[in-house]
């Protein structure tokens, strides 16, 4: 009987023939609206973190796969994913050595330190995110003020078409819903995300922000998160079930964060939360299935 070799390569393993360059491909394009439309509210500012931000990432990985003599890394497409998910999560007044400084800690510490693509139990992107609101508070959080009332951004009451389509407030990412959502929907038409994770994650956050007595619609750091963090394959659980209890859990933890706590970045706060509970969940939604041995 010929025998044959199997490769089995670690999990998530995504069907319809994706591979990963084709994947990583669709999120570029699907994060090309939410990228224009920050463009679109701040400017010329956006483009130089993007430029900082990938070629940083590009960088980063390229030094860290040289050290450990790896090749063929640039073909799959993820340091560039990874550099324009970072802008989209950026103020655009932070100064230029922190998208840098994110870039590195994203691509070295959160993703090669435990395996590399596929291989990191926390998003990379929402793990820098908390890292370094952490670590340099005062340059993350900057206020913007209205310069003709002296009210806080925040304050100002936002018409639901413009919390919609668009709104300069936030970070570069979060100012358009509809740009979000547009990019969203592409990857599900394309069977790269399920819904499943990041609709209950934003059915779930809006439920309890009615609750708390908050009106409108969710911030856009809950759709950026949801739709581009939720799905993420390889820190999200791959059962169904599993998935829509990750995001119940992500979306009461979001909102909680946000409201309770008085921090806008809850989402990305809870992503990486529930990160960690994703092997638990894994553990009790996946079928067992019972081997009886025969004895010989």
């Known amino acids: 009987m010929e025998s044959k070799t199997l490769n089995i390569s670690p999990a998530p393993h995504i069907k319809r023939g994706l ?5 990583m491909l669709d999120y570029i394009i699907a994060l090309i609206p939410a990228l224009g439309a920050g463009i679109y509210f701040y400017k010329g500012d956006v483009i130089k973190i993007l430029i900082a931000s990938v070629l940083t990432s590009v960088v980063a990985e390229a030094l860290w796969n040289k050290f450990v003599k790896k090749t063929n890394w640039i073909t799959d497409l993820s340091p560039i994913v990874t550099g324009i998910m970072l802008t989209l999560i950026m ?4 100064p230029l050595w922190i998208p840098v400084v994110g870039a590195i800690f994203a691509t070295i510490i959160v993703k090669q330190f435990f395996g590399g693509l596929g291989q990191n139990f926390m998003n990379p992107v929402a793990a820098t995110k908390a890292f370094l609101i952490a670590s340099w508070a ?5 206020p913007v003020v209205d310069s003709a009332s002296g009210a806080s951004a925040a304050e100002k009451v936002v018409p639901l078409i413009d919390q919609i389509i668009g709104q300069a ?3 570069i990412g979060e100012v358009s819903i509809l740009a979000l959502c547009v990019g969203g929907l592409y990857l599900v038409l394309r069977g790269v995300i399920s819904l499943r994770g990041p609709v209950t994650f934003l059915v779930v956050a809006f439920g309890m922000y009615s609750y708390f ?10 759709f950026l998160a949801a739709i581009f963090m939720a799905s993420d394959h ?5 059962t169904k079930v599993g998935q829509y209890i990750f995001g119940l859990a992500a979306g009461v933890c979001a909102a909680i964060i946000a409201v309770k706590g008085f921090n806008p970045e809850g989402p990305y706060y809870a992503i990486i939360i529930i990160n960690l509970f994703t092997p638990l969940i894994e553990y009790f939604t996946t079928k067992k299935i019972k081997v009886k041995k025969e004895v010989a």
Do not use: C, D, R
């Open 234 to 238: 390889a820190t999200t659980p791959m």
């Open 169 to 171: 407030n936030g970070s």
């Open 213 to 222: 007595g908050k009106e409108g619609l969710l911030p856009g750091a809950f």
């Open 91 to 94: 103020p655009t007044y932070v």
């Open 19 to 23: 591979g990963v360059n084709i994947i």
């Open 138 to 142: 005062a340059v993350m959080a900057k």
